[in-house]
């Protein structure tokens, strides 16, 4: 993709996938189980706004924190929206403020995403 590269805000919503489990019953996550957390997945649209190819790293930050990760296609995303498997990765970008809600919040965290060099 030749595209002009920007920001783009995202609301991240998270999910639990077999592969948890399996490590969960191995008692360990292995490489696979790490890259394949490592992920989020955006719409055909916000790759394009990003300037960035399927399977480009790009960079999610908010005011918890920051991660590097794998930006996935996936044409079930719709615009604004990121899939991303509820992990280590996603747990850095995890806020609680107990005035707000009992629980820290989990599945919809925004961010902004930008192209990363990592």
Known sequence: MNYSTGQVSLVIITYRDIFQWAAKQKGEADDSYK???????????????????????????NAAGSVVVNARLSSDCPQGIGYMPAS???????????????????????????????
């Open 35 to 61: 890259k394949r957390s490592a992920q989020v997945q955006l719409s055909e649209s916000d790759l394009k706004t990003l300037g960035i190819d399927d399977g480009a790293m790009i960079r999610l930050n």
């Open 88 to 118: 280590c990765y996603s747990n850095e970008l995890t806020s609680y403020d107990p005035s707000i809600a009992q629980l820290p919040n989990f599945k919809r965290i925004q961010v902004v995403a930008e192209p990363a060099d990592e």
